[in-house]
């Protein structure tokens, strides 16, 4: 395949912020695809623009006449475009490229998106759902509201599609236990379409031990990090490290939580080491601590730090960083999750990456149009296989 032109400009993500979306000009038509953005971000992300998003559409434009010189007929071949644009526009336009790319190369050679990764991919993840938010998701001047940033329910079920309607089922019973729970409760969803809520993570907790499904925690502990302490606000206390290990123990074990991801600030492997080795069992999850980066996760994995690990294609802009990412945890026996961002568009093709990567989890929400697109692609996907 060869790419005869690019094109590009900004759409409004979920949050109604700009993104980029870009269009490739082939002999079989023209194919697009936006990229996400994140607003918890981890500070060893790649930069999502060189300089911002309008200088960046205008530098793709330039190099045009790199493009019709590449010819593109695998997943690997992406590493040639990376080469070219690397260092001229940041993360999110590689991406979004990279993305058109694939499309296009699927429709040139008969196949899904996911089949130009692995062919032979059967396994499906287990969905990750958002039910109740807090942190930076939930940013409502002057109210209280959790500290931590996301309450997860995880179904472990035969099919996406029976874990998905669990998920939806059990997110409209927890708006009926948050209306009794909660008096400031108005029925409000946040960023990623979870509910928001003045109560405090524990009290949130109790409504999520009543769903009956498997539980997590996405704390985003560097969000409320700060002076070497940990910042609650609701209430007001500061915790050190190794208080904060301890009070996760009696979470991880009064909640009998399942998935705990960033509970400590971006730099502390040690800290996320002690808690992995206290709870084995438990996914101990990397995101802000790994940023989708191979050399942070070769020292986490160096360090013992975690068990599991976020994987973000704009974290760090490169399906081919994606790739090597995912061969290096499963080389290590880490579970992988693929995850969608808080500023979402209705691109589905994060589905196909995990599938097509074999991931053991999927995060991608419960409710919101640019959640539900791409779980309905994974059932999409679950549903062509079963009729094969």
């Excluded at 438990?282 to 942070?296: A, H």
């Amino acid at each position: 395949m060869i790419v005869q032109g690019v094109s590009a400009k900004e759409i409004l993500d979920s949050r109604e912020e700009k993104t980029i979306f870009v269009t490739i000009k082939t002999n079989l038509g023209d194919f697009s695809a936006s990229a996400p953005n994140g607003k918890s971000k981890g500070k060893f992300e790649k930069k999502i623009y060189k300089k911002n998003l309008e200088t960046d559409i205008k530098t793709l434009e330039k190099f045009n006449d790199y493009f019709t010189e590449e010819i593109i007929d695998k997943f690997d071949d992406l590493r040639r475009i990376e080469d070219i644009l690397d260092g001229h526009v940041g993360g999110n336009t590689i991406l979004a490229f990279e993305f058109a790319l694939l499309k296009a190369l699927a429709k040139e050679q008969k196949k899904e998106i996911w089949e130009l990764i692995n062919p032979n991919a059967k396994k499906f993840p287990r969905l990750v759902g958002n039910c109740i938010g807090g942190g930076l998701h939930s940013n409502i001047k002057g109210a209280k509201k959790p500290d931590f940033q996301e309450f997860l329910l995880i179904p472990d079920t035969k099919t996406v599609k029976e874990a998905w309607e669990l998920n939806k089922k059990a997110k409209k019973e927890a708006e009926e236990l948050l209306k009794n729970a909660d008096k400031k409760f108005k029925s409000e969803k946040n960023d990623e379409d979870a509910w928001i809520t003045s109560l405090n993570e524990k009290q949130v907790l109790e409504i999520l031990s009543k769903l009956n499904l498997p539980i997590g925690l996405d704390l985003a502990a560097s969000s409320f990090y700060a002076r070497k302490n940990y910042n609650y606000s609701n209430p007001m206390l500061r915790r050190s490290s190794d208080e904060q290990i301890g009070y996760l123990t009696n979470l991880i074990k009064n909640y009998n939580l399942f998935y705990i991801e960033d509970a400590f600030e971006e730099q502390d492997f040690s800290g996320f080491a002690k808690l992995t080795k206290l709870f084995p069992n438990r996914l101990i999850v990397g995101d802000d601590l790994t940023v989708t980066n191979q050399k942070r996760l070769e020292q986490a994995i160096r360090e013992k730090s975690i068990n599991a690990l976020i994987v973000k294609p704009n974290q760090c802009g490169s399906l081919i960083e994606v790739k090597n990412v995912v061969k290096l945890a499963r080389k290590n026996n880490l579970k992988i999750i693929f995850s969608h961002r808080s500023g979402e568009t209705e691109e589905s093709i994060l589905a196909d990456l995990a599938f097509g990567f074999q991931a053991d989890f999927f995060k991608s929400g419960i409710t919101g149009k640019e959640r539900e697109v791409k779980i309905k692609r994974l059932i999409e996907i679950e549903d062509s296989l079963k009729n094969k």
